[in-house]
């Protein structure tokens, strides 16, 4: 079956428009895809276009708030962790959906569900999917790698030459070495980056969260995960992550993909979607590999 891609501008609790969209069988079960740090929601086209994630899964993507097409505000208070879990859910009321499931990418991402959590409880979502992320904001000095570190500085630099001269080796870390992207993504890629603001750039990595209701409602069997990562990652140490889990958290499902970096879900869609098909008959209860 065809289904037609929707978008919207989505309002938020305090006005700031979100860009969203959304494909798939609006009865089925919805997950909502939140981009990294500096990129933008169409970073999952090969999710957005891929038939067996389409007619299986009623999939929502938005650009999280001062990126891509969503309204940027100046400031730091519009960044505060309560604004990320207001709009995640001005986003799925404005598709409909009810109990979705979150899949976050690199450090912005996946550290939602700790606001998410933190503001409506663990019922309000269904699982979580980790696509090169990690569950808590706290944890980013632990797992980054070196090599991220060196960037850092750059990426929240407000002179534009020195951020311009660190974005193209921002993008290419973003991917295995060797890795070849294509010429067209590269210049989408690296044009997000050019159009933040700084004060969008230092803002967005500022926010302080709560990770205490995340943690509880994991130990308590309430809020599933699944960790899928690149083991050539150049930005997150992905041995760490898994160390980290398991010894905070316990036994978490972790996929290491071979010949990967911090982006499973464009350099190995495929292997990914499979992936995130069978978490969500996991939690659901039946079988969707």
């Given amino acids: 079956m065809t289904y037609a891609r929707i978008h919207q501008l989505v309002e938020s609790h305090d006005g700031t428009r979100i860009y969203a969209e959304a494909v798939g069988n609006p009865a089925a079960q919805a997950i909502v895809f939140i981009h990294g740090y ?7 086209n090969r999710q957005f276009t891929d038939a067996g994630l389409v007619n299986r899964l009623y999939m929502i993507r938005y650009d999280v708030r001062g990126h891509g097409q969503s309204d940027a505000p100046l400031e730091e208070a519009a960044y505060a962790s309560i604004k990320h879990a207001q709009d995640f859910k001005s986003v799925v009321n404005a598709f409909g959906a009810v109990k979705p499931i979150l899949a976050g990418w ?31 904001k706290m944890m980013h000095p632990s797992i980054a790698t070196d090599h991220a570190a060196t960037l850092r500085p750059g990426l929240r630099s407000s002179d534009a030459r020195e951020f311009s001269q660190v974005v193209p080796g ?42 205490e209701p995340l943690t509880v409602a994991f130990k308590g069997g309430k809020l599933p995960y699944v960790a899928i990562h690149g083991r050539q990652d150049r930005l997150v140490d992905c041995s760490k992550v898994r160390a980290w889990l398991r010894e905070n958290w316990g036994e ?3 996929h290491e993909l071979e010949g990967v970096g911090h982006a499973p879900f464009f350099e190995a869609p495929e ?16 079988d969707n590999s």
């Fill in 170 to 211: 921002f993008v290419k870390a973003c991917f295995a070495p060797g890795y070849e992207v294509p010429s067209e993504d590269m210049a989408a890629f690296m044009g997000i980056l050019f159009a933040l603001p700084s004060e969008v750039r230092i803002f967005s990595g500022a926010r302080t969260q709560d990770p």
């Fill in 252 to 254: 978490v499902e972790f």
């Fill in 271 to 286: 292997r990914t979607n499979a992936l995130i098909l069978k978490f969500v008959g996991k939690v659901k209860g039946y």
């Fill in 38 to 44: 500096a990129c933008a929601s169409f970073h999952f």
């Fill in 106 to 136: 690199l450090y912005y991402a996946g550290v939602v569900a700790a606001d998410l959590v933190a503001a409506y409880g663990p019922d309000y979502i269904l699982g979580v999917i980790l696509l090169g992320s990690f569950p808590q």
